[in-house]
């Protein structure tokens, strides 16, 4: 199928740019809901754009349900499935539509899905039409079972509670983990997804979304855009607020689908002996005393140009941080903190924090910064376009560094171990962290600058103005996103 803004991909601009979505994190259980007022529970469209944090997670998009049992259920299930069901009062299913397993497994992804629902038609088909990014749907597992002709749904059914985030039965709540964007309903309306979306004249396999404010959204519709970081419930159509649980003003994000930022990528979770817990929207790693110990990349690497981002460390344990070379990684049986075989060419470039040592091919090299504290915040600046590596800590560059010196390289990590052939351009270098200690019990909080995994005071962007910081990108630098990827990448 078409797909959105993939990690690296490069879409430069859009003619409508979604300024922000809102991060769902499972350990929270966070959601929002609110009651339905009476509107078309025949005719209707839902449209929103994903972006999943945990794979193999059962977890609801959203959720219309009554006291009744009345109920229409859209999920992505263990086998990361879309799974979109209804039932009547009487509790028995009326409609099931299950996709084939495996195929909404990708976290580097925004994915936008339309649901059309008009059971007026005579056709059983057309009377619930699903469409991923800008395609009808139809890689259905097993023989779909529709809605029956004119049947209610329980959407805008006056009196029952719509959530997006997680299910309202109590026998499963199901919290959704990730990002959503431009949730909408169109009550009285079954809608192509052309309303909602079109394909980059430029990138035509790219489906992005287009401005959904000036559709007619019907009786009982609703448009949350999550631009109110003191509301984020708050309906832009003017209807009725959501209401929150336990999402605050830091779970505005500005990882949209038009400006796909990076993230810690959960895939790796299951590469060789890599215990890393996600959560946060995939930018907080975290490794358990005595059980855990792994390693995470990033979702975007870089062979050029020049990239600032920020890791707080609520708990050093044995961590690191740093770049490395994902592909070498991939290619051997443990994480970038070991050899990488015969040839002994280093695949990572990363600083032990607990004390401040750089660590490469397996061994320490040289001491580099203070020892770290647990809360620190370590900012990383990568110049590809020099070769050169940069960190600091709690404003301040490690050895008097200025990652503004270029070619120079004042104070920066590859100079201190006197050799560049860690950073050539002939890599894709990724940021990466690490605790390889089961002793550890790291918790590591990633800052790509699209949705912060740890509490922002300052608040800084790059120069492009994206993304953001505790502390302030140096000149020249910039956030890991599409739009700089498409620019300076």
Known sequence: MPITVLGGTKLADTTFSVANSCRFNDP??????KTQSGGNRRTYTISFWFKKGLLSNDEN???????????????????????????????????DLTSAAGLFRDPTAW????VAVDTTQGTAANRMKVYINGVQFTNWSGTPSYPAENEQTDVNNSGST?????????????????YIA????????ALAPTSFGE??????????????????????????????????GNDANGGTDFTETNLAAADQATD?????????NPLWRWRMDNDTVYSEGNVKASWSTGSDRGFAFATMGVSKGKWYWEVKLPTVGRCFSGVGDAEKVAGFNNGPWDESGSSGESYSLTIQHRNGDIQTEGSTETAY?????????????LDMDNNRLWMGINGTWADSGDPTSGATGTGDITTQIGTQVHLTQSEVMTPCCADPSTAGGSVLEGNFGGCPGFAISSGNADANGYGNFEYAPPSGFYALCTKNLAEFG
């Not at 929270?28 to 809901?33: G, I, N, V």
């Not at 431009?182 to 309306?189: H, K, N, R, T």
């Open 369 to 381: 910064s203070a020892d770290n504290s647990d809360d620190d915040i370590c900012m990383w600046a």
């Open 61 to 95: 998009f959203f959720h219309s349900y009554s006291a009744a049992r009345d109920q229409l259920n859209v999920k992505s299930r263990g086998n990361d499935d879309i799974y979109i069901v209804g039932y009547s009062d009487s509790d028995s299913t009326t409609f």
């Open 111 to 114: 994915y936008h899905l339309v």
């Open 199 to 232: 394909f980059d004249e430029d990138s035509p396999t790219i489906w992005k979304p287009i401005d959904v404010s000036g559709l007619t959204f019907g009786t009982n519709g609703f448009y949350l855009d999550f631009e109110d970081s003191g509301n984020l």
């Open 256 to 264: 949209t689908p038009t400006n796909n930022f990076a993230t810690w």
């Open 28 to 33: 929270d259980t966070a959601y929002m809901s």
């Open 162 to 178: 719509f959530t997006v985030g997680r299910s309202e039965e109590s026998t499963g709540t199901a919290y959704y983990d990730g």
């Open 182 to 189: 431009e949730f909408c309903l169109i009550d009285g309306s």
